[in-house]
């Protein structure tokens, strides 16, 4: 099956560009259907992002002597952020999982074949093909990935993993997880069946799926950096961006949240407050009529969300000010 690219237009792909941003602004809380302007400035702020990330990037891969982009890169980029690179980790795994298991369903078929044709097939391993299954489930085991800064990639051999023991990395991802579980639960449970479809067709939204050529263009390679990037780079970057839209939203709909709290309580329009407040509480169904006094995530909420992300991310790092009290810093753009 060819790519999506060999027959979408650059103005077919910018359309689609919005309907997946709107789709995994749904996903992560967004009921509301946002303005063009809020997904322009969620675009720009992504695509912001990855630019950085790919500049980054190719310094990394300078420093190192090479000229192409590494997946090591990605991870040195998230490596703070260990929740985010123990869910990157599980995503390539998996990713692994079913590239070998379709390599041996395409396998299956010939050495089912040469195992009936075995006189001795029933007698060493049963039904005909049955060695093969063995292996076959062996070979689609979750491998564990290994990053060149982790302890356990000092050493060639590697204490076997225990199935009750869990890492901190994994304990972290599992609580964010589990948080972002709960809440689409909350949201799901009184969804109809054509609401749920909907819902988990919009979970499916990706950058990246069959679009590799337009997504590249988007991206910044060629223009950015000169690196060819492999499949895994892409896959990497589309689930990235999932998360900055996911984490972005999180943050605008938790800013909306406070402004509407602040208005109720200092009587600022006090009215449409109250209704919003009120019609909060009651469940309502995905495709019923926006109620009045209910409204998106604006643009400001957005900058605000994304102003607070930033300053989380200077927090945590040491600054020297050398030039005095009142010197004017130059802050680098933080990864969200």
């Known amino acids: ?61 300078a420093r190192r002597g090479a000229r192409t982009i590494h997946t090591n890169d990605l991870f040195f980029l998230i490596r703070h952020d260990k929740a985010k690179t123990s869910r990157l980790k599980t995503f390539l795994s998996w990713k692994d999982v079913r590239k070998t298991a379709k390599e041996s369903d395409d396998k299956g078929g010939e050495a089912g074949d040469l195992g009936a044709d075995d006189p001795l097939g029933d007698a060493a391993g049963g039904a005909a093909g049955g060695p093969v299954v063995g292996d076959t489930t062996k070979k689609n085991k979750r491998n564990k990935i290994l990053l060149p800064w982790d302890i356990e990639s000092f050493y060639s051999e590697q204490v076997p993993d225990r199935e009750d023991e869990e890492d901190e990395d994994e304990e972290e991802m599992n609580y964010a997880t589990l948080q972002r579980l709960k809440l689409a639960d909350e949201r799901t449970k009184n969804m109809t069946k ?19 050529k337009r997504f590249r263009e988007w991206a910044g390679f060629g223009v950015v950096t000169d690196s060819k990037p492999n499949d895994d780079i892409i896959d990497i970057l589309g689930f990235l961006t999932f998360e900055m839209v996911q984490t972005l939203t999180e943050e605008a709909l938790e800013v909306k949240r406070e402004e509407d709290l602040y208005k109720l309580k200092s ?38 969300g994304f102003r607070r992300l930033q300053q989380k991310a200077n927090n945590g790092r040491a600054r020297f000010n050398l030039g005095g009290g009142r010197a004017l810093q130059r802050t680098q753009l933080q990864l969200i």
Not at 195 to 202: G, K, L, M, R, T
Not at 273 to 280: A, E, G, I, W
Request: charge should be negative.
């Open 1 to 61: 099956m060819g790519s999506l690219d060999d027959i979408e237009t650059v103005e077919n792909w910018q359309e689609r560009l919005t309907e997946w941003f709107q789709q995994m602004m749904f996903v992560s809380g967004e009921t509301g259907e946002p303005s063009a302007e809020t997904l322009t400035i969620i675009e720009a702020i992504v695509q912001q992002q990855v630019i950085e990330i790919l500049a980054r990037c190719t310094a990394s891969a």
């Open 194 to 212: 054509d609401e749920y479809v909907h819902f988990s067709d919009c979970r499916q939204a990706s950058f990246t799926f069959r679009k590799g």
């Open 267 to 304: 009587g600022g329009d006090n009215d449409s407050s109250r209704r919003v407040m009120q019609k909060r509480k009651r469940a309502q169904g995905l495709f019923d009529p926006p109620e009045e006094g209910t409204a998106p995530v604006g643009p400001h909420h957005v900058r605000e």
